[in-house]
Structure formats: structure tokens, C-alpha cells
């Protein structure tokens, strides 16, 4: 049974309430997901949904556009995924939060590319899962340390083996010179696309930092992180920061975060 949708008013809302539409099918997540948005002042219950049916019947007929999707991925009847892509599809503004048990680099990454914003492992999840997703409406990309770690090592893994001849000791010519040259050429004009300062904040924000804590560590306004944030972007041609932390490392301007 398709749980009631919530239409409640906006008009006078003062900063703006984000409305939260929950796909999990374990009971007792969802009472706690409802539980956190519920005492959130700045975000409003629009119902919940445990099959990826119900939430696909749930986004053809709402008439209320969800803010945020927070989604599990293990549903009884398919994966979170065709829910995401869905939700992004209709509604380009909605947001997913994947919270998950699958901690591995595939369902990450196929949760990015179909549209979520953050990926939250269900054993680090926050107490407080309001406050991560208002956090993540004001344009933190959350994801659990131990994720980002495993994505970034599959990028360097992919990159690595995308590049023939990459190894100690390969075939080429004593000399360390011939082709050789032109890829470190390549690479030392791939590590000037940022400034010093783009790449610090781009390194904490691959390590999880908040605008708010990256602003506090290098002495800076958050508004001053928010620039340098977009400078980046437009650089590297992304349109998130999840996007601008994979896009970086294949392009080997990011070390091990750690």
C-alpha cells in the first residue's frame, strides 16, 4: 500500500523547508529516517515506500516535486537505482542519498552516474540523517570516508590500466626517454588546470570536508570556498563535487586522500 503523500504549503516558510521521500524497505530504518526529517525544521516528511514499485507509483502520480530521495539500494523487488533514475528524470531537482549496506566500488559509482549526490554506508550512518541532508541541500556531496576511499583506489586502478605500458620495468628502451616524455608532458599540464589553493580545497573535499570545515582548516569564508569550488567545476567541466573528485583523479590531480 502506497503510503499518503504530504502537499503542505510552502508560502511562508522562512529559509525553505526541503521535502524528503524515503525508499527502504526495513521497517525500522524508515521509522528512524521519519523520525529524524520529522524533528528537522528545515525538512518535511512526504511519505515512504518498501518495494521499488511503490516508489515508482509514488513519483507518477505525487504532485509534490521531492526535494530529497533518501534511498536503499537492496530493495525486495529490484534495485534502488531504477528509483533514482527515475526520481532525477522526473524531477531534475530532487537529490539522492543512497544509504546502503553495498559498500563496494560498483554500486557506488552506478549510483553516481544514474544521479545521487551522497552515499552513506548504513554502519557509519549519522545519528542525526536530517542534518546530512541539509548539509547536502546547502551543497555537501556527503559520502562515508570508507567509500570514498574504495572509489577513489578503483579510479586509480581503471586509470592505470587505461594507459598500455604503464608498468616497472616495460618494454621501450633503457633510456626511460621516447614515449615516455610525452605522457609526463601531459601530466605536468594536467597538474596546472588548478591553482594551489583549487587543489587544497578539492583534496579536502575528496577526504569528506564540509564547505564549513574546509573554510575553518585553510582560514578562509565559506563564500571564499563556494568560488573556488565553482572555479573548479568549470575547469574540470563537472557540475558536482562528487563529479570533480572522479573527474581530478582520472586526470591524476589527486592523490591517496589519507
Not at 42 to 67: C, F, H, K, M
Request: charged share 20%; glycine share 10%; hydrophobic share 40%.
Amino acid at each position: 500500500m502506497l503510503p499518503p503523500m504530504n502537499t503542505e504549503a510552502q508560502h511562508d516558510a522562512t529559509p525553505r523547508r526541503w521535502g524528503v521521500l524515503v525508499v527502504e524497505d526495513d521497517s525500522r530504518a524508515r521509522t528512524f529516517f521519519e523520525a529524524s526529517v520529522q524533528r528537522s525544521p528545515r525538512l518535511y516528511w512526504l511519505g515512504s515506500a518498501g518495494t521499488v514499485q511503490e516508489a515508482l507509483a509514488w513519483l507518477a502520480r505525487t504532485t509534490t516535486i521531492p526535494d530529497v530521495l533518501l534511498v536503499d539500494l537492496g530493495m525486495p523487488d529490484g534495485t534502488g537505482l531504477d528509483v533514482i533514475r527515475d526520481a532525477v528524470t522526473r524531477f531534475p531537482g530532487c537529490e539522492p542519498l543512497v544509504v546502503s549496506v553495498f559498500g563496494d566500488e560498483e554500486n557506488v559509482l552506478a549510483s553516481i552516474e544514474a544521479g545521487a549526490v551522497g552515499y552513506i554506508h548504513k554502519d557509519a550512518a549519522p545519528e542525526d540523517i536530517a542534518q546530512t541532508i541539509v548539509e547536502m541541500k546547502a551543497g555537501a556531496s556527503p559520502i562515508s570516508p570508507m567509500i570514498a576511499r574504495r572509489v577513489l583506489a578503483k579510479y586509480r586502478s581503471l586509470q592505470s590500466a587505461a594507459v598500455p605500458g604503464v608498468t616497472s620495468g616495460s618494454a621501450g628502451g633503457s633510456s626511460g626517454t621516447g614515449g615516455a616524455a610525452p605522457e609526463a608532458a601531459s601530466e605536468e599540464s594536467d597538474r596546472g588546470l588548478l591553482s594551489a589553493r583549487e587543489h587544497e580545497v578539492l583534496t579536502l573535499i575528496a577526504r569528506g570536508f564540509s564547505y564549513a570545515e574546509i573554510a575553518r582548516l585553510k582560514g578562509l569564508s565559506v563564500h571564499t570556498v563556494q568560488t573556488h569550488i565553482k572555479n573548479l567545476y568549470g575547469k574540470l567541466a563537472v557540475h558536482s563535487k562528487s563529479e570533480a573528485v572522479f573527474e581530478a583523479t582520472r586526470l591524476g590531480l589527486l592523490s591517496h586522500p589519507g
